[in-house]
């Protein structure tokens, strides 16, 4: 009698095992590449840089604007334009001092030290040496309205040289404050010019 063979049972279809629930590769790869952009941060807004937060650039500061109110004229005079500043000035005063003061040289004196002051510090660069030339002169200048004379050029004359000789201290002291300005002045420029040539690359 002949044995058929049949195939085991565990080799058989399992009808009773249940289907997988996993998603197919494409699709498991698909979540998971979605799962991954949600999960990924996204590049973080950084809050916009006010003028507190805005980085200064190296070896420059930036000066705090001064208010409109608190800023005084600063013009830049000529050589020629400073002696006519300073000689007019001094012309004015004169005539002023011979009204208000009665001619007093002291009270003119007085009044030519601001001016070498402000003649020194309002010339330009290029002409920095020419103020200690002119407040001289215009010291000379402002003497014709307040120096005696008897009357006539000559009279005119000696009286403006009399005037010079016995305020010479006034002439010296406003000339040698009018010098020292510009020595300081000339010394910062020559130390601004150095360290701009050190800080300028080599060529």
């Known amino acids: 009698m002949e044995r058929y063979r049949t195939r085991p049972a565990q080799y058989g279809p399992r009808r009773d095992r249940p289907r997988s629930s996993l998603p197919p590769q494409a699709g498991r790869g698909a979540s998971g590449d979605a799962v ?36 005084l004229p600063n013009p830049r005079l000529t050589g020629l334009g400073s002696g006519l500043f300073c000689a007019l000035v001094m012309f004015l005063l004169g005539g002023l001092c011979a009204v208000l003061f009665g001619a007093s040289l002291t009270a003119y004196g007085v009044l030519y030290l601001p001016v070498c002051v402000l003649t020194a510090v309002w010339v330009r660069r290029g002409d920095l040496m020419t103020a200690p030339v002119v407040v001289p002169i215009a010291f000379a200048v402002g003497l014709l309205p307040v120096a005696d004379g008897d009357g ?31 020595i300081v002045r000339r010394v910062r420029l020559m130390q601004r010019r150095r360290v701009a040539a050190g800080a300028r690359p080599p060529g």
């Open 36 to 71: 991954r952009a949600v999960r990924q941060p996204g590049p973080q807004r950084r809050p916009p840089a006010g003028p507190q937060h805005r980085p200064q650039a190296v070896g420059r500061s930036a000066p705090a604007p001064a208010p409109a109110a608190a800023r």
């Open 152 to 182: 006539g050029a000559g009279g005119k004359l000696m009286g403006l040289v009399t005037a010079l000789a016995t305020q010479a201290g006034w002439l010296y002291g406003g000339t040698l404050v009018a010098g020292l300005i510009v």
